[in-house]
């Protein structure tokens, strides 16, 4: 794998509500700030892209699929747990080439012991 | 998600030897201690059966589908190794709408160090 | 589970540069090192064959459908990560009656802290 001349990166929030406005945003912005310090360390040029969709399985899948071509990194944040409308696990499994099962165990793990609701997480 | 006015809970042992009445039923009472207690400090009312039943696939699977109805909670104890008669996951997981995988995870890697057995559990 | 007269063991390491000779396979040797203190142990007579193979799928796949029936424990090292040419799991998942998802989680879990890297490996 070469590393691009520009990482574009895309950050994607899963919440109904964000969508609506009826809450702000949170997880997008913290997203951001921690790939701007990550991307800065590395010394790798990136731009960055947000959006705030709703829990929709077809809007997400559309999203994923024509970003992929315009992206080279995409992250979701939201929708990973276990209501019914948390589909985004659900969505972009069946999309994936490759799943990295250690990063989300990992956080699971981690956390489990102090906030259990973190072992709800998938 | 609303919570039911009262959670019915369904409990099943899934072992060849304590159907058969060789070997005492352990860890189905257990589960029911640990709920009681886990519903009573919430405050919730409940009701909970328990059942013992072979590691036979087609049992257990006619046993999901007739309580998914009549049942809120359903936990299974047994058959989780790997041995040719351990069928629990393998019978369940084609039957889920959500897997969650954090809390068995947590339990292998939280008890891994010491019994290394645990890591074998699926 | 009965334990056999002679553990008949394989390790297969896959590795597109330790095939060509380009490099020395070091996992291979090392994993036999492992396995014949094991055996050891346990006072179990073993025969231990090693092999190194490309980063190639039918390859793989080839060589555990025959190996199956000629040995008891097959072993894999290598090409468990997200590069392009990293096959085994893909190769592997499909094949398995009973996949054991523990021993790779307490893995990455247990050493995802000191180097990240390891979470990556599937």
Redesign the interface.
């Known amino acids: ?1 070469s590393i691009p001349a520009i990482f574009r990166v895309l950050i994607v929030t899963l919440s109904d509500r964000a969508s609506r406005g009826d809450y702000r945003d949170l997880s997008g912005p913290r997203a951001e700030e921690r790939l701007t310090v990550f991307f800065a360390l590395q010394n790798w040029k990136y731009s960055i892209e947000r959006m705030v969709i709703p829990d929709e399985k077809d809007t997400l899948r559309s999203l994923i699929e024509e970003s992929a071509r315009n992206f080279d990194l995409i992250f979701t944040t939201g929708g990973t747990g ?2 019914p409308r ?1 589909v985004t696990v ?1 969505t972009i499994k069946p999309m994936l080439d ?6 989300m ?2 956080i ?3 956390y ?1 012991t102090e906030k259990p609701n ?5």
Do not use: C, F, N, Q
Not at 98 to 103: A, F, H, L, T, V
């Open positions: 794998m276990i209501g948390d659900d490759k799943e990295i099962p250690g990063i165990e990992y699971r793990v981690r489990g973190a072992l709800l997480s998938r």
